[in-house]
């Protein structure tokens, strides 16, 4: 059996793992989550990369905001607006509360959030095996000069309340240098015949994955082909402010510029075709790339992109064979 191991953040991860699961309906798919957007809010623990990715595969995602639940009422963040409690920017959904209580209240009675991520998808049945990057507690805040002041804010604070308009002067994962892999991590990567890179912020979702002790070095040394999509075509994000975290840390806004990111891990990449003319500039990375369709418009041109992953991922096994 196939054995894929993906990284992943929330929407462009969830995403492409569904399409994913359509074009290799028969592989056991390992996703190792970002946990670095979590964020306590009135109390209770958000997972916000983990829960889009296991309520978009188990079928409980709002479709067309690509995050939180289905079917959502907002009766709690009503009462709490009106106590004046805060933040007020970070609006919690009553179906989607029940998930935070639970995994807040297993917190508190000392499982490891790897274990808490198992039981709640225990409810969803996402159909791959979900683990978070790790089971410490990793927070990305943002540097921003707020008339004068530097001010570290939670990075959620930046992206949801602040729509990341003004600029971030640097990007920190808290909490990363103790931060050890969660159980399974490292087993999933040495076990995969193919790793995937999801069409994902390169920054703050890839980025801290990559930035847990050792995960960066399991995919550079690992045997089995490492491929990606990129999450930039043209010079823009197909969705969301990757741009604004890429210019932070001073990597060209463009399919090439990300790959250029991860030349230490990549073994192939894919473009948009509208960007073909890239690829011998990502190919002279080392990199083997293709240009194909990357716009995941439905599950049918999703999964068309998996494919093209996994068929890249092929032809570089067949190489080094
Ligand atoms: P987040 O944690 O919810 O921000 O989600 P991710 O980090 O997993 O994914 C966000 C990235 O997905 C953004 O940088 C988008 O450019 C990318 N993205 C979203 N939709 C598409 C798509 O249809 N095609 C491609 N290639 N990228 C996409
Ligand atoms: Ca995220």
Redesign the pocket.
């Known amino acids: 059996m196939l054995k894929i191991t993906a990284l992943?953040?929330?929407?462009?991860?969830g995403?492409f793992l569904r399409g994913l699961l359509r074009a290799a309906p028969d592989a056991e798919i390992t996703v190792i989550g970002n946990t670095a957007?979590d964020i306590t809010l009135h109390g209770l623990h958000v997972s916000p990369?983990l829960d889009?990715v296991m309520y978009t595969l188990g079928g409980g995602i709002h479709e067309e905001q690509g995050?939180g639940r289905a079917d959502e009422t907002f009766s709690v963040a009503e009462e709490l607006a009106a106590y004046g409690a805060h933040p007020q920017w970070f609006t919690l959904g009553d179906r989607d509360i029940a998930t935070h209580l639970v995994r807040t209240q297993m917190l508190a009675a000392g499982y490891p959030l790897s274990a808490v991520t198992e039981a709640l998808c225990d409810r969803w049945q996402p159909g791959v095996r979900l683990v978070p990057m790790t089971d410490e507690r990793v927070e990305t805040h943002v540097v921003v000069d707020e008339d004068g002041h530097h001010r570290a804010i939670h990075f959620q604070e930046w992206w949801v309340r602040m729509h990341a308009s003004i600029p971030a002067e640097r990007i920190v994962f808290t909490g990363i240098e103790s931060a050890t892999p969660a159980p399974g991590v490292l087993d999933a990567l040495d076990a995969a015949d193919v790793i995937v890179l999801?069409?994902?912020?390169p920054v703050v979702?890839i980025g801290p994955i990559l930035a847990v002790s050792g995960i960066r070095e399991a995919l550079s040394s690992s045997t089995a082909p490492v491929v990606g999509?990129?999450?930039?075509?043209g010079t823009a994000?197909?969705?969301?402010m990757?741009d604004a975290v890429l210019r932070t840390i001073g990597v060209e806004v463009s399919p090439q510029g990300v790959a250029g990111m991860f030349t230490d891990i990549l073994d192939g990449w894919l473009v948009?075709s509208s960007d073909s003319d890239v690829v011998p500039h990502v190919e002279a990375l080392g990199v083997r790339c293709r240009a194909v369709p990357?716009?995941?418009s439905d599950i049918d041109a999703t999964s068309a992109m998996a494919s093209a992953a996994l068929d890249l991922a092929a032809g570089i096994r067949g190489r080094d064979s």
Do not use: E, F, K, Y
Not at 8 to 13: D, Q
Not at 198 to 201: M, Q, V, Y
Not at 229 to 233: G, N, R
């Open positions: 992943a953040g929330g929407i462009g991860g995403r957007d990369d889009t995050w999801p069409p994902s912020n979702s999509l990129s999450p930039i075509i994000p197909v969705r969301g990757a948009h990357l716009l995941m």
